[in-house]
């Protein structure tokens, strides 16, 4: 079945660092990629998507791009922020007969220290 | 404000005593759904709807129960919780149901069954 595995967290990361958060899944046919962003006490928000390879999806600073050919969809900041400390999750969307399921991965704490 | 509301935010009840997470959307969404949050398994979806009045089970139902008797509301009915429901869990809910729509959380139940 469909599956999305993501790097193992949690990370601690400096302000100002760079940050990648690798995501890679196994699917067959043509999914959608996305990756959600949970903070603190709230629901899982969208970040950023994209629905076919070598798009790039962008947001907030945060860009991934959908690489059919290694199955990966990484999450990459040039500098991160302490506002961006939150659990981060990688999905993938495949509609079965309506379905709007999303396959996600465990989840990547994000910890940014000032 | 378009938002998915849950409630109650935090719930600890005891085994065998039905309960009810109540979920309600402002923004006439067909499509909503159900999840639970565990660690290290991130999000599963325990049973859908396309419409009103029609539900189907997701990838872990066992021991749920939904109804989608109007448009707005997507109750999640547990007949005698047990230890092993407790989790926090998520309604999402979105405009269509092709691909690419983006889900919208709500900010999440968490229950606690001794």
């Known amino acids: 079945g469909d599956s999305v595995t993501q790097m193992e967290g949690p990370v601690t990361l400096s302000e100002e660092a760079f940050l990648t958060i690798n995501c890679t899944y196994t699917a067959t046919g043509y999914p959608s990629l996305f990756w959600y962003v949970q903070y603190p006490g709230e629901g899982l928000q969208l970040l950023l998507k994209?629905?076919?390879?070598?798009d790039k999806g962008s947001n907030k600073g945060f860009e991934a791009t959908y690489r059919k050919e290694t199955t990966s969809f990484h999450l990459e900041k040039g500098s991160v922020q302490v506002s961006d400390s939150a659990v981060y999750f990688c999905a993938l969307d495949k509609t079965n007969f309506g379905n709007e399921k999303l396959t996600f991965g465990t989840g990547t704490r994000l910890t940014i220290i000032p | 404000e378009a938002q998915v509301t849950q409630n109650p935010r935090y719930l600890i009840t005891v085994t065998g005593k039905k309960l009810t997470v109540t979920c309600s959307q402002n923004m006439n969404h067909e499509y909503m759904s159900w999840y639970r949050q565990d660690p290290g398994l991130g999000l599963r979806q325990i049973y859908y709807?396309?419409?009103?009045?029609?539900?189907d089970k997701g990838d872990v139902p066992e021991g749920y129960k939904v109804s989608r008797k109007e448009k707005r509301n997507f109750p999640l009915i547990l007949e005698s919780p047990s230890p092993n429901q407790t989790s926090l869990y998520f309604c999402?809910?979105?405009?269509?149901?092709?691909?690419?729509?983006?889900?919208?959380f709500g900010n999440g139940t968490r229950l606690t069954v001794t």
């Open positions: 994209a629905t076919k390879a070598d």
């Open positions: 709807s396309m419409n009103v009045e029609v539900t």
């Open positions: 999402a809910s979105s405009p269509v149901q092709g691909r690419n729509s983006p889900l919208h």
